[in-house]
């Protein structure tokens, strides 16, 4: 971490705002910039306490959101320090003023973490500059070895022919293109390896850098004496290989956290109050209290949770519903944030305030559910943190115990640094990814596109799987169900006004429309359309909107159709399932899969569809936050619940599941928030996906025992000096390449199964 230019007081604005603030990147935070006023930021919760939410530079891994919480919760006005490592954000609550913002800074700054106020849509930031930061070491990495191994090449095939003086000079060119690659390519693994021994503490990076440094140093000792063997060759390509899994590792943690920003960037941020006085202002949407008068245009999306005080209009509810069903809202309704108003104005008054409007709420819901993810460590990572003491431990005793036998100190040295390399955990890193990216490749190929690193470990534990309804088991394109109850003429007329709208059951009606003459459109706010069709005096709408008395007690959407004195007719739509839905639920269960639907539709209509696509579990009526309830009361069970939405009132639920899946056309916040797209919109393709999944956590069961069983070998050899630097990092990459031929059989194992789904 570079020492930057600090956030100091003097530039605080008169507001209180750093000026220039939302414009400094996460990676140019200072750990060092506690001067930076934070009073401004901090909230007041209705309990009476401080509250302050931060981003927080550094954070890595789990020890690092361990020592975060523990640090700041050992302050002693500190109630509570939750850290989220997907979004990175700190949120802190205390009690006292608002001063100890501050202390809470300079402690973050003691512990080695930089912090400032919290901004979800800029908070991933540092991790794409750590990402491009990555790929170009990786790239330079990868250049040196290519150069460096064929100058070893060379050495090794020059035998007898090759003086002493050509073979040194060949190494010092080996040194003058690894020394530089080392010194830049390195910096990601000698910068984690420092902050832990400064902190007191190891990691996988600290044995990396030693057998890195220790190879380089010897070898240039090597060359200065003249002797035959150097080792550059090793320490670049191991190098290159440890950067192409920190780069790909990077790559998945950028993505940890987009469904929140996408939320949030979602999120009004202005909305137009109604003063006492009559005057009308516009006002952030932060700035909003419960109780504040606002005034709704049509088409604006509606900036805090609200009930109507006059007005009546049409609403997009499909946020917090999922449906594509418009609804009809006037006096005395409750709106809630993100839904938008598609018809006439409002005026409504808040009754919550921004941040803890419906939005805000669906917002901390999905943070909540990708940080519960970030949380699942995989058993290489788990295996490799054990094994970093060993490996210190054993390279130093191999080191001691050869100067005390008699070694000198050039064979002792030579051993410790064969057991290091030898014991990289390079294998036992690539013992998952290997699987991960042969079997991703395959999904692909058989439409699944994959999005999270650990996502195919999660899905095969699979054992209960959840769809959504609409957009998801069906289509979300309504269909006519009584067409033939009706006349042609009929239809037509209605088709004619229905070309007005923009209603989605309106639009069911497009195929039947005709070249009639429409005049004088009236679009009644809330209930339908009224005109002249061809002579007609026709009206297209709600019950209210015909005369008649409600509506009728049926399973299916309905609009009513009244054409001059006749009597009103009902034209009745229904969603119609997806073509491969109900074989795809047939085929979950035959794996053994318990199938659920959960659906904020009526209770009568999702009992419809269920009977339709043979599903004896079926809920509705159910909103966000109680699918997400549901969802995780299944992970309680043990059911390790796979969702599968599409809506953006999903996106809650599908970050709780345990794995999740969205379809390709589904809002932009949910496919976010899966772990696997289903290219083509075929359900079809899910329980192939999950084969897949099991067969690939077969693969890494076995990969992990191939990379133990290895270094249970390599280990003794190493310390007994029956191998040298060079074999060592010979054998090391040979045992990654044996995990890698293992993944691959992946491809040959499942052949079968996608041949079954058409793919080749």
């Known amino acids: ?48 306490h401080q509250r302050i939410d931060l981003i927080v530079q550094g954070a890595h891994c789990g020890g690092c959101l361990t020592k975060i919480e523990r640090g700041v919760g050992a302050i002693a006005s500190v109630k509570t320090a939750r850290m989220n490592l997907s979004t990175l954000r700190l949120r802190v609550e205390w009690t006292g003023d608002k001063s100890q913002a501050s202390v809470i800074a300079q402690t973050l700054s003691k ?22 930061a990555l790929l170009r070491a990786m790239a330079v990495a990868g250049f040196a070895a290519m150069n460096v191994m064929l100058l070893s090449i060379a050495v090794w095939s020059g035998g007898t022919d090759m003086g002493p003086q050509t073979h040194t000079l060949l190494h010092w060119i080996s040194a003058a293109i690894a020394l530089p690659t080392v010194a830049y390519a390195g910096r990601p693994f000698f910068r984690s390896a420092w902050a832990a021994l400064k902190n007191k503490r190891t990691n996988m990076d600290v044995p990396i850098s030693l057998a890195i440094l220790l190879a380089c140093s010897l070898s240039v000792y090597e060359t200065v004496k003249g002797n035959p063997d150097t080792y550059f060759d090793a320490a670049v390509m191991l190098l290159f290989l440890l950067l192409i899994g920190r780069f790909l590792d990077a790559r998945l943690r950028l993505r940890t956290g987009e469904a929140a920003r996408r939320l949030a960037a979602m999120q009004v941020t202005s909305a137009t109050r109604l003063l006492d006085t009559g005057v009308i202002e516009t006002v952030p949407a932060r700035d909003i209290h419960p109780g504040d008068r606002l005034l709704i245009p049509a088409g604006q999306r509606i900036a805090v949770d609200c009930i109507i005080e006059s007005g009546q209009s049409d609403i997009d509810m499909q946020i917090a519903t999922g449906e594509t069903k418009l609804q009809s809202f006037g006096p005395g309704d409750t709106l809630y944030s993100g839904t938008t108003n598609l018809g006439a104005p409002l005026t409504v ?3 919550a305030k921004h941040s803890d409007s419906f939005l805000s709420e669906i917002t901390a819901l999905v943070e909540a559910g990708e940080q519960n993810k970030s949380r699942f460590v995989r058993i290489a990572d788990k295996a490799a943190r054990a094994y970093v003491p060993v490996i210190h431990s054993v390279a130093a005793l191999t080191f001691i115990g050869w100067m005390i036998v008699g070694g000198d100190l050039r064979v ?47 899905l095969a534990k699979t054992k209960t799987v959840i769809f959504d309804k609409t957009g998801t088991l069906t289509t979300g394109q309504f269909n006519l169900l009584n067409a033939a109850d009706n006349a042609p003429t009929d239809l037509a007329i209605a088709a004619a006004l229905a070309k007005q709208s923009t209603h989605p059951l309106a639009r069911a009606l497009h195929a039947y429309a005709s070249d009639l003459d429409v005049k004088d459109v009236v679009d009644i706010a809330g209930q339908g359309l009224s005109a002249k069709v061809s002579g007609h005096t026709v009206r ?59 659906s904020g539709d009526a209770a009568a209509v999702v009992k419809d569809v269920a009977d339709e696509l043979g599903l004896s579990r079926a809920k509705g009526g159910v909103s966000p936050k ?16 796979l969702m599968v939405g599409d809506g953006i009132n999903d996106a809650p639920a599908l970050a709780a599941g345990y794995s999740s899946a969205s379809l390709a056309s589904a809002a932009d916040v949910s496919r976010s928030a899966a772990d696997i797209i289903l290219q083509g919109d075929r359900l079809s393709s899910l329980p192939v996906a999950i084969d897949i999944a099991r067969a690939a956590q077969r693969r890494v069961v076995e990969n992990l025992t191939l990379a133990v069983g290895y270094n249970f070998i390599a280990i003794p050899l190493a310390v007994l000096g029956f191998v040298n630097p060079l074999i060592a990092a010979v054998a090391m990459s040979g045992s990654s390449l044996i995990v890698t031929l293992n993944a691959l059989r992946l491809h040959r194992n499942n052949h079968s199964v996608f041949e079954a789904e058409g793919v080749s």
């Open 1 to 48: 971490m570079g020492a930057l230019d600090p956030i100091r007081l003097s530039d605080t604005a008169a507001t209180g705002c750093p000026s220039g603030l939302q414009n400094i990147p996460v990676a140019q935070i200072d750990p060092l910039s506690v001067q930076l006023d934070l009073t401004p930021y901090v909230q007041s919760t209705e309990e009476g």
């Open 111 to 132: 512990l080695g973490f930089g912090a400032a106020p919290y901004d979800i849509t800029q908070s991933d930031d540092g991790r794409e500059a750590e990402s491009k």
């Open 349 to 351: 008054r808040a009754i």
């Open 412 to 458: 002792a040295a030579l051993n410790a640094i064969a057991v290091l390399i030898i014991t990289c955990p390079c294998a036992l890193g690539l013992a998952v990814p290997a699987v991960q990216i042969v079997a991703a490749g395959r999904l692909f190929k058989a439409g699944v596109l994959v999005k999270s690193g650990d996502a195919l470990e999660r």
């Open 540 to 598: 297209f709408g709600s019950a209210k909107l015909v005369g008649e008395a409600a509506e009728p007690a049926a399973r299916h959407s309905s609009v009513w159709l009244k054409i001059d004195d006749r009597p009103a007719q009902c034209l009745a739509f229904t969603d119609m399932a997806r073509a491969d839905a109900a074989d795809t639920i047939a085929a979950l269960q035959d794996q053994g899969l318990r199938v659920e639907m959960l």
């Open 626 to 641: 109680q699918k997400m309830q549901i969802i995780q009361t299944r992970g309680i069970e043990g059911r390790y619940p």
